[in-house]
C-alpha cells in the first residue's frame, strides 16, 4: 500500500511549511482510497487569513479544493508528496 511507510520531508518544507499544514497534507493523503504515486498539493493566500489549497493527482484523476484558515503561508506554494515504494516524502516542487 502506497503512503504507509516510513515518511520524510526535506529541510525547505521543514523550514517553511507549518507542521499543521504538514499534518493536514499527509492526512488528505491517507483519506484517499486509489491513490497515485505523486500527489500535488498547491497553496494560495487569499486574504484575512484564509488559504486556498488544492489537492491534485493524475491517475485516478482527481481534484479536491480545501479553503483553511492560517495566518502563516504568505506565498503560494507547491508541492509534492511522492510515495517510491520504500518510503514517501513531502518537497517542493522545484526540489524534485
Known amino acids: 500500500m502506497m503512503f504507509t511507510k516510513e515518511r520524510y520531508l526535506t529541510r525547505e518544507v521543514a523550514d517553511r511549511v507549518p507542521i499543521d499544514i504538514q499534518l493536514l497534507m499527509w492526512d488528505l493523503v491517507q483519506q484517499i482510497e486509489e491513490k497515485d504515486y505523486l ?8 486574504g484575512s487569513g484564509v488559504v486556498e489549497m488544492i489537492h491534485k493527482q493524475e491517475i485516478p484523476e482527481s481534484t479536491m479544493i480545501h479553503k483553511i484558515k492560517h495566518n502563516e503561508i504568505k506565498e503560494k506554494m507547491k508541492l509534492y508528496i511522492i ?14
Open 39 to 46: 500527489q500535488v498539493f498547491e497553496l494560495t493566500p487569499k
Open 83 to 96: 510515495d517510491n515504494g520504500e518510503y514517501s516524502t513531502m518537497m517542493f516542487s522545484h526540489e524534485y
